[in-house]
């Protein structure tokens, strides 16, 4: 029984350690768009990870907006598009991840947002710089772009932090398109298959 279950734990940790991509296609201000895409690392967060992987499946990222944009910090997404979807998804709580001393904050790594304790659902950021102050705060990255942080670079910022969350939340694009037109914008969202990476 206790050889059972070794083999079962070497498995699932070999099965967490597979990394996979997502390609996320944007729109950076009329006229410019771009293409970034993050290395998804199951061992570093594993129920991050696993909340990524259903979010990319659902396609709830299509047309959400970079809402909170901070020079030098970070940059911020999540909320869907649609009200009626980011309702079921506010209430999609899943529990913290224990933060990995190894694995950090740094610049172009990826970590889901968080308002306290064991909330997070959709929002996610990616760090501009090394942001190793948020490591002991319950952040833990679950991925990190391998390609296009230059395009993540050019995310319109112009609009800072004035976007009101819990407008986005009630009223999605139908609040943010007519008071922020000129907020870049996630077009898609895919895991890429073999023959892409």
Same mark, same amino acid.
């Given at each position: 029984?206790?050889?059972?279950?070794?083999?079962?734990?070497?498995?699932?940790?070999?099965?967490?350690?597979?990394?996979?991509?997502?390609?996320?296609?944007?729109?950076?201000?009329?006229?410019?768009?771009?293409?970034?895409?993050?290395?998804?690392?199951?061992?570093?967060?594993?129920?991050?990870?696993?909340? #990524? $992987?259903k979010?990319?499946?659902?396609?709830i990222?299509?047309?959400?907006? @970079?809402?909170r *944009? &901070?020079?030098?910090?970070?940059?911020?997404?999540?909320?869907?598009?649609d009200p009626?979807?980011?309702?079921?998804?506010?209430?999609?709580?899943?529990?913290?991840?224990?933060?990995?001393?190894?694995?950090?904050?740094?610049?172009?790594?990826?970590?889901?947002?968080?308002?306290?304790?064991?909330t997070?659902?959709?929002?996610?950021?990616?760090? #501009? $710089?090394?942001?190793?102050?948020?490591?002991?705060?319950?952040?833990?990255? @679950?991925?990190? *772009? &391998?390609?296009?942080?230059?395009?993540?670079?050019?995310i319109?910022?112009?609009?800072?932090?004035?976007?009101?969350?819990?407008?986005?939340?009630?009223?999605?694009?139908?609040?943010?398109?007519?008071?922020?037109?000129?907020?870049?914008?996630?077009?898609?969202?895919?895991?890429?298959?073999?023959?892409?990476?």
């Open positions: 029984m206790k050889t059972l279950f070794a083999l079962a734990s070497c498995l699932a940790a070999a099965m967490a350690a597979d990394t996979w991509k997502v390609k996320f296609d944007v729109v950076i201000e009329e006229g410019i768009e771009g293409s970034f895409v993050v290395e998804v690392h199951p061992d570093w967060a594993p129920l991050g990870a696993e909340q #990524f $992987k979010i990319i499946d659902e396609k990222y299509d047309e959400a907006r @970079f809402f *944009v &901070v020079p030098n910090f970070v940059v911020q997404w999540g909320i869907p598009a009626a979807i980011a309702a079921q998804w506010q209430q999609k709580r899943i529990q913290d991840d224990p933060q990995n001393p190894a694995i950090s904050n740094k610049r172009g790594f990826l970590t889901f947002a968080k308002s306290g304790p064991n997070r659902t959709s929002q996610l950021f990616i760090n #501009f $710089k090394d942001n190793s102050n948020l490591d002991s705060m319950g952040f833990p990255p @679950f991925g990190e *772009v &391998v390609s296009g942080m230059e395009i993540v670079d050019r319109n910022s112009e609009y800072g932090q004035q976007p009101n969350q819990g407008s986005i939340q009630s009223e999605g694009n139908g609040y943010l398109i007519p008071k922020f037109p000129r907020l870049s914008y996630i077009k898609t969202a895919t895991i890429m298959g073999e023959a892409e990476l």
